[in-house]
């Protein structure tokens, strides 16, 4: 059953991703991941063969193509067992806010560099205190004259090692309403008063870099604002409805991987007459795994569609992001218990790393528990029918 109608140029670009991976990528991934970093002309060759960015308009440097691009990118990545490549991030995920919400001259000066991976851009919502509540950020920007003053600290910041632009949320400590009070700023890297901390040792996505930043008296041109001021919070919400999708697609694509990768297993060990694939519970734990994947596979598929008519699909997409990055990390575990001793051998049994790489995708785009407040709250709040 085919929700999404690829065209032939989807499926080529496909195959051109799933080559480039398999002969420039995967090689070197367990050296990249002992280095807990991916080197930055690998972002270059990234860029230079069309793989970041594709929705960039031409105007841009992009190539103007539609989201099924993006989604073909972040499978490829997850059936890859290679979430520590986190390419999406910087495309699907932080570049968007600057083509919907940058001035022109914005535009020019950062998207081309953004499409070719001379550009890294990361996102800084997140503080020490303030976890999922963005409201309650204390990270200050200040008005002064043409420039603006920027105080305070930002953590878990993915590609925060690597990045040359950080699109920066931050308060005006003059405005009392908290949601009015978050504008978006443009920092460059090499920002004087911006400092990045001390990387991060995860638990997976080892080759992703996680940092702190730091702003001592940053200070960036009033130019350097991203969209109204004050209207930070609100921007911060209107992209979060394809933030939490790529997230249900990429879990979804690890699920896919994780029962791939045991069901040919056991297909082996049934034509070697093993037990293993002879139990009973074994085939039936199989059996429902897969059709809970194709269920929701179905629904995060029909949400692509929506979403690219432009409709508001914030609640289904709350929903998909939970339900499948739950999932993901249920069938994981499930299918290395299904290998008993095999499943716990790092390096022989790849369910391991993608094991330690979906435990993060219930908790960054806002963790599973923020999900079911805004599912409930809705449900509990509107008079619209279910179904």
């Known amino acids: 059953m085919e929700i999404i109608n690829y065209t032939d140029e989807h499926h080529e670009y496909r195959q051109r991703f799933r080559s480039f991976l ?4 995967l090689p070197h991934k367990n050296q990249w991941d002992n280095a807990q970093l991916i080197p930055k002309d690998i ?21 103007g193509q539609d989201f099924l691009y993006s989604v073909i990118v972040i499978e490829e990545i997850a059936r ?58 204390v990270t200050t920007a200040v008005e002064q004259d043409d420039h603006i003053i920027i105080n305070g600290s930002k953590t878990f910041i993915s590609n925060g090692v690597n990045c040359d632009l950080i699109v920066l949320a931050a308060r005006d400590p003059q405005e009392k309403n908290p949601h009015k009070a978050i504008s978006l ?43 109204p001021k004050g209207a930070g919070f609100k921007l911060l919400m ?14 979804v694509a690890c699920s896919e991987f994780c029962l791939e990768w045991t069901v040919n297993y056991f297909r ?12 009973q519970a ?46 993901a990390k249920r069938i994981s575990s499930r299918c290395m218990d299904l290998l008993e001793e095999m499943g716990g051998i790092e390096g022989n049994c790849p369910l391991v790393d993608a094991f330690n790489d979906v435990r993060v995708l219930s908790i960054y785009a806002g963790t599973n528990e923020i999900m079911k407040q805004i599912i409930a709250k809705e449900l509990l709040s509107s008079s ?3 179904c």
């Open 238 to 251: 209107n992209k979060l409805q394809q933030e939490r999708l790529v997230c249900a697609v990429s879990a």
């Open 185 to 227: 700023f443009l920092v460059e890297a090499d920002t004087p008063g911006l400092k990045k901390g001390v990387q991060f040792e995860k638990m997976g996505m080892h080759s992703q870099d996680t940092t702190e930043l730091f702003f001592n008296n940053c200070k960036i041109p009033v130019s350097g604002r991203l969209g």
């Open 282 to 327: 074994s085939q039936f734990a199989l059996a429902e795994m897969v059709t809970e994947l194709k269920m929701e596979k179905a629904f995060v598929n029909g949400l692509v569609l929506s979403h690219m008519a432009g409709e508001n699909v914030i609640l289904e997409t709350s929903m998909a992001k939970f339900s499948t990055t739950d999932s």
């Open 80 to 137: 890859a067992n290679y979430l520590g490549l986190f390419a999406y991030l910087h495309s699907e995920v932080v570049v968007p806010y600057i083509t919907a919400y940058a001035t022109e001259a914005q535009k020019m000066a950062y998207l081309p560099g953004c499409v070719v991976g001379d550009i890294i851009t990361a996102v800084a919502m997140t503080e020490p205190d303030a976890g999922s509540d963005l409201a309650s950020m």
């Open 268 to 279: 082996q060990a049934l034509a070697d007459k093993s037990h293993l694939a002879r139990s």
């Open 384 to 386: 619209k029918s279910l």
């Open 22 to 25: 398999e002969t420039d990528i």
């Open 43 to 63: 972002w270059k060759k990234l860029g230079k063969n069309g793989f970041l960015c594709p929705t960039v308009e031409k105007a841009y440097g992009g190539a």
